[in-house]
């Protein structure tokens, strides 16, 4: 019986001490994978950061593009507007000078005019110089010319004077024509001189606006090509983005697979334990049964008289504790569930339970488990992952985000209470604090349903 009972143990110890070979397989698959989501996800998020100047160069080369088709749009309206100027110019020139020909003309007949009524009055002024005379009675003597002929005289007289006064006047009026002649002359010459510095100037101008444009327009033809590029690169940088993020996600459904499968092999290897235990255990009773009932009988023999000792009290079954611990020490400051993201600024939901602490703080592990991830993440930025096992008939994982850094390595067994990294503020953060996650069997689970 003894032997029997010491082959049983054996056997039980056999198998409790007995690791699976998959078991350290799967853990270096794990770690491999891990280290590969963690390469993946650092491509993609320099993917992403590429993409996003890749965008913003294009949209600034939109822009500087619109606004220089824009200033080349002005530009050449100014340049089709000092045409026109120029065009309007010219036919003022023209006219101008069409003016100034006929003014000139106006002043030369004018200064003909009166040099020729000059010529006229010289000739009246002489003629009555000659006929006009105060030796009248003397003619009178000589002549024998009578009082009648003498009025005649007098009245012929008279007659040239009033000519010789309608041809000054008509000299005066030719004089003033031609003076209101030659100022209109130097009113066109200072016009037409105006007119022509106006010109040059609207010359020069077109010759700068035509430079601009086409300085303008080689602007432009560049922005285009540096347009192209940009859009050629964001192109590319998304079509990797979008590489490295399908390729990301199918390493996840593996790495979520094989988690899975983690926990198949968990819970068959717990099954054949369990099975084990109970053979154990009904071989146990039957030589502990067997062993009673030969002491019963030899106690019986010697005091059939002893009375049989009193039942234990029932004792009450005390309620469960938390599994777990705080990771450190700091009150709830975001809880599980839809939140506005402050860094994001949009709807999303906040996978876990943040705990206010200063940069630095010791964390510590939540419970007794196995290191299974640790890498960088642009959103968590420093992530762990401890497995916890079963704990209470699940299995338990919890994650810690936003470390300035950890201080144990994949694959390593902690205690609960150990140091395993220190509070921090990588990734999306606004401030050190601890992001705690658990998964309860693969699920992320909001942590205070299960003691936090």
Known sequence: ????????????????????????????????????????QERLDADTKSLANATSALQQSRGELESAREQLAQTQRQLEQAQ????????RLAQAQNDLEEAKAAVA???????????EVGNVVRTQYQQKTNM??????VTGTDTGDINNRVQWSQTLFDATQAELEKLEELQAQLVAAQQRQAQIEEQMAAERAAAAANLEERKNLAARAVEEEQAVALLVETNASAEL?????????????TALSAE???????????????????????ETERINRENRAAEEKTQAALEQAD???????????????????????????????????????????????VWKLH???DYGASCNTPLRAAADGVVTERYYNAGYGNRLMIDHGRINGKFMTTGYNHATHYTVKVGQRVKQGDVIGYVGSTGYSTGCHLHLMVWVNGKVTNPQTVGF
């Open 1 to 40: 019986m003894r032997r029997f009972t010491a082959g049983v143990a054996a056997l039980a110890l056999g198998l409790t001490l007995a690791v699976p070979a998959w078991a350290d397989d799967l853990d270096n698959d794990r770690e491999r994978i891990a280290q590969s989501l963690t390469a993946a």
């Open 84 to 91: 026109a100027d120029d065009k309007s110019a010219a036919a």
């Open 109 to 119: 007949e004018g200064e003909r005019h009166v040099a020729a009524q000059k010529l």
């Open 136 to 141: 009248v009675g003397i003619g009178m003597v």
């Open 233 to 245: 690169v964001a192109a590319q940088q998304l079509e990797a983005s979008q590489n490295h993020a």
């Open 252 to 274: 996840q459904k593996d790495v979520e697979a094989r988690i899975v499968e983690r926990l198949r092999q968990q819970q068959e290897e717990e099954a054949r334990r369990a």
């Open 299 to 345: 106690q019986a023999r010697s005091n059939a008289q002893a009375p049989a000792p009193a039942a234990p009290a029932p004792k009450q079954a005390a309620a469960p504790a938390s599994p777990f611990i705080k990771p450190v020490n700091g009150r709830v400051t975001s809880r599980y569930g839809m939140r506005l993201h402050p860094v994001l600024k």
């Open 351 to 353: 996978d876990g339970t």
